[in-house]
């Protein structure tokens, strides 16, 4: 995979499942300033609530449930993200479904900025880095699926890692 160059001005991907609107609200609102810096890309309803927050054009897709997580994925692998807020109700039910899962292996595996809770959200998004151009330095992950056989014990650190 070839690295990236992200601009001062991030494509930031966001995402909230339905017990978490609420808490998506109050954190918009909260970075509205620093989330207005950015290109904003949300799923269904999340765009919505994004738009009324910061007060920006958010580019909407598709709900989350039904299509938008494959729609972001798709985005990732072209390059047209750098990072992805996901507030979750919980990561555990997040993994039983593929979408959201797929998403999450993608994310990591194209070693873009992936938040799952508020508070990892608030410090990226307070990140002198935020606002600077970056390169992304590294070898971005490569499951081990890809590279052979994952054990159980393997696997299961990866999901702690997410």
């Known amino acids: 995979m070839e690295k990236g160059n992200m601009t001062t001005v ?3 991907a ?3 499942q339905e017990h978490k609107k609420t808490e998506l609200i109050e954190w918009s609102y909260f970075k509205r300033e620093a ?3 950015h290109q904003l890309i949300a799923t269904g309803t999340t765009a919505d609530i994004i ?3 910061v007060d920006v054009p958010v580019q909407k897709i598709l709900s989350g449930a039904v299509g938008g997580y494959t729609q972001l994925a798709t985005m990732i692998e072209e390059g047209k993200i750098d990072a992805l807020i996901f507030f979750s109700d919980a990561m555990k039910d ?3 479904n593929s979408d959201i899962r797929k998403l999450l292996e993608l994310a990591i595996s194209h070693n873009i900025i992936v938040c799952c809770n508020r508070t990892t959200a608030d410090y990226v998004m307070d990140s002198i880095l935020m606002n600077e151009s970056y390169t992304p330095e590294g070898p ?3 499951p081990a699926s890809k590279k052979g056989a994952l054990t159980a014990v393997a696997e299961d650190e990866i999901k702690l890692a997410v």
């Open 10 to 12: 991030k494509r930031i």
């Open 35 to 37: 989330l207005a810096k």
């Open 51 to 53: 738009e009324g927050t």
């Open 140 to 142: 971005a992950y490569i």
């Open 94 to 96: 997040s993994f039983n």
């Open 14 to 16: 966001i995402t909230a």
